[in-house]
T-cell receptor, first 116, second 114 residues
Framework: GAGVSQSPRYKVAKRGQDVALRCDPI?????LFWYQQALGQGPEFLTY????????KSGLPSDRFFAERPEGSVSTLKIQRTQQEDSAVYLCASSSPGLAGKNIQYFGAGTRLSVL | AQSVTQLGSHVSVSEGALVLLRCNYS??????LFWYVQYPNQGLQLLLK??????LVKGINGFEAEFKKSETSFHLTKPSAHMSDAAEYFCAVTSELGWGKLQFGAGTQVVVTP
């Protein structure tokens, strides 16, 4: 596809359920980021992959959050035992190889997670 | 550590009037600065970026921003607002360090009135 694709677009989970959010980055993009955007806030960094290597997971809020990118392309963000405070939009972004800071990050439309 | 402050969570402008969105940053290393726009139920779209070249940066849809190191600012402007400019705008900072992860401001919601 031409852009970053995220699925599902909307997810409703009961508290305590596990959820999995998928991100298909732009083909050939080495870098992949996950951000969490709470209602009325700016996105906050969760984790970063360079190819299949997870190089930074400093933003993951708890050990209930887990991300993977096993083949260096599609990534999955998994949240175990969801809590109400996990309700947010989860954004995925990818960027091309090169000097990381200067590269444009292309964002998907996000997955809106609502935990009841 | 890096951070961004956007002054004003909501801005209302008349169609045809100047749009001015304020962004101040804090960074201990030379920053790279970005403005993104977010329409309802959509992802973030890049408007423009500053990566240490020209300090006056022109972006899409008639927007521009000026990097002022002495004021640690990167304010976004557009001479004449259109109805289609109604959206939320985010300023973000990163650097050569930290893999390029973006630190975002809280956002400014722009309303355009006829």
């Amino acid at each position: 596809g031409a852009g970053v694709s995220q699925s599902p677009r909307y997810k409703v989970a009961k508290r305590g359920q596990d959820v999995a959010l998928r991100c298909d980055p732009i083909s050939g993009h080495v870098s992949l980021f996950w951000y969490q955007q709470a209602l009325g806030q700016g996105p906050e960094f969760l984790t970063y992959f360079q190819n299949e290597a997870q190089l930074d997971k400093s933003g993951l809020p708890s050990d209930r959050f887990f991300a993977e990118r096993p083949e260096g392309s599609v990534s999955t963000l998994k949240i175990q035992r969801t809590q109400q405070e996990d309700s947010a939009v989860y954004l995925c972004a990818s960027s091309s190889p090169g000097l990381a800071g200067k590269n444009i990050q292309y964002f998907g439309a996000g997955t809106r997670l609502s935990v009841l | 550590a890096q951070s961004v402050t956007q002054l004003g969570s909501h801005v209302s402008v008349s169609e045809g009037a100047l749009v001015l969105l304020r962004c101040n940053y804090s960074s201990s290393v030379p920053p790279y600065l970005f403005w993104y726009v977010q329409y309802p139920n959509q992802g973030l779209q890049l408007l423009l970026k500053y990566t240490s070249a020209a300090t006056l940066v022109k972006g899409i849809n008639g927007f521009e921003a000026e990097f002022k190191k002495s004021e640690t600012s990167f304010h976004l402007t557009k001479p004449s607002a259109h109805m289609s400019d109604a959206a939320e705008y985010f300023c973000a900072v990163t650097s050569e360090l930290g893999w390029g992860k973006l630190q975002f401001g809280a956002g400014t919601q722009v309303v355009v009135t006829p």
